[in-house]
């Protein structure tokens, strides 16, 4: 039996998961237009927190969501529970393999020169960018399977009728 505070849980956790994404998406548009020297200013100062706080808010809604699965695996969501944390990892993996690389080697050319770091940031912005989106994409996909694995078990059917 999934508890209902343990669903709220996740729920939430979850849906702060998708902020740092929503936010890198709906700046996108904008960010791939800046020169590069513009880009290299903006991104490496405006990201510090993301890590920080996002990332503890997603692990804390993978654990949160997968435990849920647990829990829930012999219910009529509990399916759809284990595939949102699966679509959950998915999306922390592709960050990690995709876009934690590229910080790397951004750090690493914190000592170059300004014009040589504009360039070394230059060079990986695709990568980053479209590396947060894939991410992203994976997220929304485990919220919704999350809503949808708590719905299906909470909906009219889980419910037993008045006698």
Not at 8 to 13: D, E, V, W
Not at 66 to 76: G, W
Not at 83 to 98: M, N, Q, R, T
Request: net charge positive; with cysteine; hydrophobic share 55%.
């Amino acid at each position: 039996m999934m508890s209902r505070a343990h669903q709220i849980m996740a729920l939430s956790l979850t849906a702060l998961g998708l902020a740092p994404g929503a936010s890198h998406l709906m700046q996108l548009p904008v960010k791939m237009g800046y020169s590069a020297e513009l880009y290299t200013a903006v991104t490496s100062s405006l990201y510090s927190w993301y890590g920080l706080v996002g990332g503890t808010v997603q692990v804390a809604a993978l654990v949160s969501v997968a435990m849920l699965a647990v829990r829930a695996r012999r219910l009529p969501g509990g399916g759809l529970a284990a595939a949102s944390a699966g679509a959950l990892l998915a999306s922390l993996l592709l960050w990690g393999f995709v876009v934690g690389p590229v910080n790397a080697t951004w750090a690493g050319a914190a000592d170059l020169s300004p014009a040589q770091f504009a360039v070394a940031y230059d060079a990986m912005r695709a990568r980053w960018e479209y590396g947060h989106v894939a991410a992203f994409i994976a997220w929304f996909t485990g919220w919704c399977g999350l809503v949808a694995a708590i719905t299906r078990q909470t909906g009219p059917a889980a419910r037993p009728s008045p006698a």
